[in-house]
């Protein structure tokens, strides 16, 4: 379970403020699924960040009673300056995984050969997302968090990325944010539609669809 109490997040820009989560009080219950939804905007980003915890609110507090993954494909931890194998080893070392697993099991499915000895700052962005996905279903995780990003790559790669993700959603919760959605109705079974800093709450997913239609029609 993942309870944020009373959370407020807002941002300052240009001497305005402006208010993306607003005292927010909501319980992500172990066993289920969420979609979050809401217009551009909206705040679903920040509200996945202060999941992971790479971004701090200004209020309340969240409390993390599960192991809960960074949003997957996230590459903004990684140093550029270390080699992919290095970046990997590092990660593994701080998770108390077994650094040699993580590393074949990267190594494997990224696929970018002698690249995985190279200072990522030299990779394109294909190769970083890839090692970057690896990393993120290397290591197991009770609750994933998902912006967006589900496969990286060409149609083959994309399709290996969908199969082991799909293995760990059978022993594993999803936080999820997409525009797609069928994918949505695909690994959610229950709905947040965010407007105006406040979240409202869907037992059946299909209804937060439903409204978050409404808002964008």
Not at 118 to 140: C, D, K, N, Q, W
Not at 180 to 205: A, W
Request: net charge neutral.
């Amino acid at each position: 379970m993942i309870q944020l109490d009373n959370v407020f997040k807002y941002y300052r820009s240009n001497g305005h403020l402006k208010v993306v989560l607003d005292h927010i009080s909501l319980d992500f219950m172990a066993g289920r699924s969420y979609g979050i939804l809401g217009v551009n905007g909206a705040g679903k980003s920040t509200m996945m960040r202060i999941l992971a915890g790479t971004e701090l609110p200004n209020g309340g507090s969240i409390r993390r009673k599960v192991r809960v993954s960074w949003p997957l494909g996230f590459s903004g931890g990684m140093h550029p300056k270390l080699t992919g194998r290095e970046n990997v080893q590092f990660v593994a070392r701080i998770y108390g995984e077994d650094v040699r697993r993580v590393t074949a099991f990267v190594e494997d499915f990224a696929e970018i050969g002698a690249y995985i000895d190279v200072p990522i700052e030299t990779y394109s962005s294909g190769m970083i997302a890839r090692l970057a996905f690896g990393l993120s279903i290397a290591i197991e995780f009770e609750c994933y968090l998902i912006d967006e990003v589900t496969a990286v790559g060409d149609a083959r790669f994309a399709h290996r990325c969908k199969e082991e993700f799909d293995k760990r959603k059978r022993r594993a919760d999803v936080i999820m944010i997409s525009h797609s959605m069928p994918t949505i109705q695909e690994y959610c079974d229950r709905g947040i539609v965010l407007v105006g800093g406040r979240v409202h709450v869907f037992h059946n997913v299909d209804d937060a669809i439903e409204l978050y239609k409404k808002l964008n029609s």
